[in-house]
């Protein structure tokens, strides 16, 4: 009888987001998730914020595919993957202020277990490089104690986990040439140009 | 299971609302449902096999709940003057597909189950039969005299649809 699940199908398709926004929450309150994410609109395109227990673990381009993202995120934190828009709600307001020069500093606990020590220091350390600034990746390569390891900091810029909050975008080369992005290059130039507005 | 949890959602969140409300009919318990059974399979998802069935899985975890949610709604069933005004998710029904769910909850519970799981969830006779108990040939047989039941309740319909409105809908 294929006009009976054909009878009963658009009011269910229809309702099935509005139950899985209540699933989010309860998942949430049971604590079964290990990751909670959600996209959000900005001036460098749609970004995928993605949380962990300890907070903020993955932001993510349009261009790095979020579904590839996700499936990574699975697999390093667990596979409890789930949707869930309010969970974010800190970050993505933050981020609406940021994008409206309203903000210059984020508040919000990152989680960068994703990164080896090396990089994670590297990483902890780019919010120093203050709102509208910028520095080489060979003063941040002195700045962790490793002057020599310039190249391991490019590495560490290059692979951040957490973009924008964490400012890796800061950080360019010595000659003054912009460096690469994981966000591509022009992402890294509209956000030092809303910087330096 | 490895990937993230959001698939199962995507994929199958719109069968499952639908089994529940067959099994149930649409309204607070079918949510309900649809609820517990997405979290019992959140709890679950890590330890699923990899090449498991998943929509088959989430039925069989609906099969369970919805049961869970029919005691529950027994226990507390207490004489009231007045029904409690609950939000539900039954958006804008078409006075046709009322009379669908309605045929569909006259069916005999066996019957019913089996048209949800057979026609709704997509099951195959077999694996109903091993959810319900019983063979696979009388889930089947279970199915065809439902469905049979539901096109002679709708068989009015066809030229019927109007004054149906009409009659409903002053």
């Known amino acids: 009888m294929t006009d009976l699940t054909a009878r009963l199908a658009p009011a269910a398709d229809a309702d099935v987001a509005a139950l899985r926004d209540r699933l989010a929450t309860r998942a949430e309150a049971e604590g079964l998730l290990d990751v909670r994410w959600r996209v959000v609109d900005s001036p460098v395109g749609e970004l995928l914020l993605a949380a962990s227990d300890r907070g903020l673990v993955r932001v993510a381009f349009a261009a790095e595919g979020f579904d590839a993202v996700l499936a990574t995120l699975a697999t390093a934190l667990g596979s409890r993957v789930l949707r869930a828009p309010r969970a974010l709600d800190p970050v993505a307001g933050q981020l609406e202020e940021y994008f409206a020069r309203r903000r210059q500093r984020f508040e919000v606990a990152v989680d960068l277990r994703l990164s080896s020590p090396f990089r994670r220091r590297v990483q902890e350390a780019l919010p120093g490089i203050g709102f509208g600034r910028t520095a080489s990746y060979a003063e941040v390569a002195a700045l962790v104690g490793s002057p020599g390891a310039v190249r391991a900091v490019g590495s560490a810029c290059a692979t951040n986990p957490v973009p924008v909050v964490v400012p890796c975008h800061r950080v360019v080369r010595s000659d003054g040439a912009m460096g690469g992005y994981r966000g591509g290059p022009e992402a890294k130039r509209a956000l030092l140009a809303l910087e330096a507005a | ?170």
């Not at chain 2, 029904?93 to 006259?106: S, Y």
Request: overall charge neutral.
């Open chain 2, 1 to 170: 299971m490895q990937q993230p949890f959001d698939h199962a959602v995507d994929a199958h969140g719109a069968v499952v609302l639908r089994v529940c409300r067959a099994v149930l009919g649409p309204g607070p318990d079918a949510d309900d449902a649809w609820s517990e059974t997405f979290l019992s399979a959140l709890r679950a998802w890590p330890d699923l096999a990899e090449d498991a069935d998943v929509r088959a899985w989430l039925v069989t975890i609906a099969h369970r709940r919805a049961i869970d949610v029919t005691r529950a709604r027994a226990r507390r069933a207490v004489p009231t003057e007045q029904l409690p005004e609950r939000p539900s998710s039954w958006g804008n029904p078409d006075v046709a597909d009322e009379e669908l769910w309605t045929a569909l909850a006259a069916l005999p519970h066996k019957q019913r189950l089996c048209v949800a799981y057979h026609h709704v969830a997509g099951l195959p006779h077999a694996e109903v039969a091993a959810l319900l108990g019983g063979t696979p040939a009388a889930a089947r047989r279970a199915a065809s005299d439902g469905v049979a039941a539901l096109r002679r309740a709708l068989a009015h319909r066809v030229d019927g649809l109007h004054r149906t409105e009409e009659r409903t809908r002053p």
